[in-house]
Every structure is written in C-alpha cells, then in structure tokens.
Nanobody, 119 residues
Framework: VQLVESGGGLVQPGGSLRLSCAAS????????MSWVRQAPGKGLEWVSA????????YYAESMKGRFTISRDNAKNTLYLQMNSLKSEDTAVYYC?????????????WGKGTLVTVSS
C-alpha cells in the first residue's frame, strides 16, 4: 500500500488549498478513505472520511462547511478541498486507507503534506 499526499503549502487566512492523495498497491474503490491531521505539538485529529463510492462523506465539526472530501476511483485519487482556512488549520495532513468500504478504522497512512495558514 502506498499513499502519497500533495498540494500542501503556505496560504493566507481565508484562502483555499486542494490536497490530493495518490493511492496504489490495493484496490482503491474497495475501501473508504480518510484524512487526518496533526498540528504542531498536538496529537492526531480526524478530519474527514468518504465511503468506497463517494456516496457518503463525514466531517469533524470544525471542518463542516469549509472542507470537502471527494474521490476519483478511476484515478485512484483522494482529494480534500479546504476553503476559508484559519491559522488553526495549520498542520500536517495525512491521507489514510480505511479497513473496509465504510469508514470505521484506518490501517495505512501516507507521509503527509504540510499546510501552513499564515499572513
């Protein structure tokens, strides 16, 4: 299993970024996928999850209305569109594979991509 995140960077408060996660080594459309993040000096925080076919999506309360998770099963790619970014969104964002077709526990993670929200 390989998960490679991209799209992180420096953005001003209120700005947007789109993260991507290229997946390989497993049958992508058999599994739910998730995003988690780790802010500097803090623990892992679950951000969002999506079912195997993209039909169901889930968000942490603080991300609702600002973040959108999606997937393209033809491209084996997971996305996270982040809008209205705040300084507290600064973190390393990790893509994760879930253990089944519905979110409920992750078993593989990528190496992460850093998002810095600062003026």
């Amino acid at each position: 299993v390989q998960l490679v995140e991209s799209g992180g960077g420096l953005v001003q408060p209120g700005g947007s970024l789109r993260l991507s996660c290229a997946a390989s080594g497993f049958t992508f459309d058999d599994y739910a996928m998730s995003w988690v993040r780790q802010a500097p000096g803090k623990g892992l925080e679950w951000v969002s999850a999506i079912s195997w076919n993209g039909g169901s999506t889930y968000y942490a309360e603080s991300m609702k209305g600002r973040f959108t998770i999606s997937r393209d099963n033809a491209k084996n790619t997971l996305y996270l569109q982040m809008n209205s970014l705040k300084s507290e969104d600064t973190a390393v964002y990790y893509c994760a594979k879930d253990r089944s077709s519905w979110p409920g526990g992750m078993d593989y993670w990528g190496k992460g991509t850093l998002v810095t929200v600062s003026s």
